[in-house]
């Protein structure tokens, strides 16, 4: 990239190109709130498509990888099945939405798919399925004790609530 913190190799061959990509403290163009400090990948380029057999990221204090394929042959396609590993809630739910207050460790697997007429349409359209577990969690400003304990009709406000594990999919 411009800035000089992405790079790769891709070296030809039958179908395409067989490629590595690598970046250090990169952040996703058009997508800044998403900073790598560590990026690996490897792959292949080739007919309309690019597929990421692995990579491999560290962000938002822990590790995030899996596979991807990007296609162009009918407008834009995206499928990743991705796996998260000790990322930091604390990190990033301010980075994703700045009312969402938690903090603790998230683990996961997900698949992620959408198409659209763009790649920059793909987000909107996205689909997510997966399971995750959160660990020695924080939901901040809510303070679910003291709503079971008040007998006052209303909303009760601030606090915290302590968990140690939640899982959902």
Same mark, same amino acid.
Do not use: C, Y
């Given at each position: ?31 800044? *709130?998403? !900073?790598?400090?560590? %990026?690996? =990948? $490897?792959?292949? /380029?080739? &007919? ?23 296609? *162009?042959? !009918?407008?834009?396609? %995206?499928? =990743? $099945?991705?796996? /998260?590993? &000790? ?83």
């Amino acid at each position: 990239d411009a800035a000089g913190k992405l790079g790769g190799q891709l070296t030809p061959n039958d179908n395409g190109f067989v490629g590595r990509l690598k970046a250090d403290e990169w952040k996703v163009p058009d997508h800044d *709130w998403v !900073r790598l400090t560590t %990026f690996e =990948a $490897e792959g292949m /380029l080739g &007919g309309a498509q690019m597929r990421l057999d692995r990579f491999d990221a560290r962000s938002f204090d822990g590790v995030i990888s899996g596979t991807a394929v990007l296609g *162009w042959a !009918r407008g834009a396609e %995206f499928s =990743a $099945e991705v796996e /998260l590993k &000790g990322v930091g809630l604390g990190s990033l739910l301010p980075a994703v939405r700045k009312d969402l207050l938690a903090r603790g460790d998230l683990n996961g697997t997900f698949a992620i798919s959408g198409n659209a007429d763009s790649f920059a349409g793909i987000g909107g359209v996205a689909s997510v399925q997966g399971k995750f577990e959160i660990t020695r969690g924080v939901l901040a400003n809510f303070d679910f004790a003291e709503a079971i304990r008040s007998l006052t009709p209303g909303a009760t406000r601030g606090g915290q609530t302590r968990f140690d594990r939640a899982t959902g999919t």
